[in-house]
């Protein structure tokens, strides 16, 4: 208990305070550099929409290069039981800086002497925890070190990008529809700065739940009227339940896996993914056969501006005809 | 994968005349009029299911080939200038590469370990889809491309395009969207195929 305890508080102390050799690692790795990455970036939404702001449909795990085990995962979500009280502020794990719909702001660590970036902050909003990325040279922690959110990240610059390196992560959602990733997840993610525009291209491995890399790219535009402000999660009940309830489905009992390809027309295979639904002959074999909807009836408009308020975005305007097949 | 269904236009930043203009699609109409190949016009072509083929054709030039509807892009460095004549499906491209500087002071490094991206203008567009359902982009379309080269510690190779469209005619302000290829082992894949009105 004792050892602890002294572990415990030599944490405490030495995290704030960056040891000389790491300053003058992050000062070489910082001369030279001249791409500023600092600022507040907004999310414009241009792809992904539905994935990013409404959240994908249930079933709809088309474009992941997922296995069978993360399918299974998968099928057993209810989207109700993120609002239980102890579920509400779990925050999802880094990945979701580009799977998400938040704006992002990057705050960097300067060593004050050296002028060396320390370390490189992206905060967002609501429900994504801080990620910070170590640019200082540091070792990753033992594999035995606690997993977080917002995993262990350490940067290196390749010319004008930071390249990072993120593990220990907690196991969490991939999408909003109950698709994993696992605590063995790393990541590599890339922020490249071209004008005022900052992509973002994270590539997740995962020995337990994909059988490929999965990489996902999203452009913020510089914007210094962005909100990103923490919002604190404050849990309370907002549907009333029984004590012990816990919203599931068991497995083959989820009546909406279907919805989504029966909405598009497309193959229940098409919508399970996989990693060799995800290149273009699987396209070809699909397009062979596939005959889609007359017209679009969900989402239609999501994203674009000429969105009706309080509808689920399928018409587009106040008295719009639907579109005619 | 497939083309969306007629009416949706989920993401894109477009006006009520873009609208308009994509509720009136008819892809019999684009097939009778030999316009199949309206949605693979280069704002449109890098986000259709298709491999590439990058090579030099001379030392100024380089070749984008696509094998979704057998596309060729000429990417023009130096002081390249478009030939007269009208709009072309791919357009005018010129290209030119992004070298990061150092620090005032800081030495430079050699050239083989310089980092940087591959910026890309391409305007003298002919109009045609910005997603294949129909929704549409004007003549006076500039699309302006980053292409950067991502190396995993696996090494596994992809190339990440950052694409901003501007078009005044359909759009309400910049498109911009990123795209990912994955670099092959060889190109055992490649599968040309025609042009598809849907």
Redesign the interface.
């Known amino acids: 208990m004792k050892m602890t305890v002294l572990t415990a508080l030599a944490m405490l102390v030495s995290a704030p305070v960056f040891a000389q050799g790491q300053v003058e690692a992050a000062a070489a790795a910082t ?5 500023d990455l600092a600022g507040s970036w907004a999310n ?7 994935e990013r702001a409404p959240g994908p449909h249930i079933g709809d795990y ?1 474009g992941l290069p997922i296995n069978d085990e993360a399918r299974a995962y998968a099928d057993l979500y209810q989207v109700s039981m993120q609002n239980m009280p102890e579920r509400q502020c779990i925050l999802y794990t880094s990945q979701y800086i580009v799977m998400g719909p938040q704006n992002l702001r990057i705050e960097p660590d300067v060593d004050p002497i050296s002028g060396a970036i320390v370390a490189l902050h992206m905060t967002g909003t609501v429900d994504r925890g801080p990620h910070t990325v170590w640019m200082d040279g540091r070792a990753h922690p033992s594999k035995n070190a606690p997993h977080t959110p917002g995993g262990f990240s350490t940067g290196v610059w ?4 930071v ?1 990072a ?1 993120t593990t220990h992560l907690k196991a969490g959602l991939v999408w909003r529809n109950g698709v994993p990733h696992s605590d063995q997840a790393t990541i ?1 993610e ?1 922020y ?1 700065r ?1 004008g005022d ?1 900052l ?1 973002i ?1 994270m ?1 997740l491995n995962d020995p337990i739940y994909y059988e490929e ?1 999965f ?1 996902r ?3 913020f ?1 510089l914007d210094p009227q962005t909100r990103v402000l923490p919002e604190p999660c404050e849990p309370q009940v907002e549907i009333p339940r029984a004590p012990g309830v816990v919203p599931h489905y068991l497995p083959g009992e989820n009546p909406y896996l279907n919805e989504f390809a029966e909405t ?1 027309n ?1 193959p229940l295979e ?1 919508v399970r993914g996989g990693a060799a ?1 995800t ?6 074999k ?2 062979s056969t ?1 005959k ?6 969900v ?8 969105t009706v308020p309080n509808t689920n ?1 399928a018409a ?2 106040e008295g719009d005809a ?4 | ?14 006006n ?1 005349e873009a ?1 308009k203009v ?2 009136a699609w008819d892809a019999a109409q684009d097939v009778v009029g030999g316009d199949q190949c309206k949605a693979y016009g280069a704002p449109g072509l890098m986000r259709l ?3 590439l083929r990058i090579s030099w054709q001379n030392d100024t030039t380089l070749k984008v080939e696509t ?2 509807g057998t596309q060729t892009r000429l990417l023009h460095f130096g002081d390249w200038k478009p030939p007269a004549g009208g709009a072309t499906r791919q357009g005018n491209t010129t290209a030119q590469w ?6 005032r002071g ?2 430079q ?1 050699p050239p083989e370990q ?4 591959l ?1 890309t203008v391409t305007t003298g567009l002919m109009a045609g889809y910005l997603r294949k ?1 129909g929704v549409p982009f004007s003549e006076k379309t500039t699309l302006t491309e ?1 292409w ?1 080269l ?4 696996t090494g ?1 190779q ?1 190339i ?1 395009i ?1 694409t ?1 469209v501007e078009d005044q005619t359909y759009l ?1 302000r910049t ?6 290829f ?1 670099k092959e082992a060889n190109g055992s ?1 490649w ?1 040309p ?1 025609a042009c ?1 009105a ?1």
């Open positions: 001369r030279g550099q001249i791409i414009r939404l241009h792809e992904d929409w539905i088309s390749q010319g004008g990008t390249v390196q590599t890339y490249a071209h525009m992509t291209t590539i890399p990489i790219n999203a452009t535009e598009f497309l098409a639904t290149y273009p002959e699987y396209g070809k699909l397009r596939y889609p909807p007359a017209k679009c009836t989402y239609c408009c999501g994203g674009t501006g000429l975005n587009c305007r639907p579109p005619t097949p | 994968m497939v083309t969306p269904p007629k009416g949706d236009y989920v993401s894109l930043p477009i009520a609208k994509a509720d299911p298709t491999r094998d979704a992004e070298m990061r500087q150092g620090r800081a030495p490094p310089r980092f940087g991206n910026k359902n980053y950067d991502l190396r995993q510690p596994e992809w990440v950052t901003v309400t498109w911009i969207t990123s795209l990912n994955k894949k599968d195929s598809e849907s």
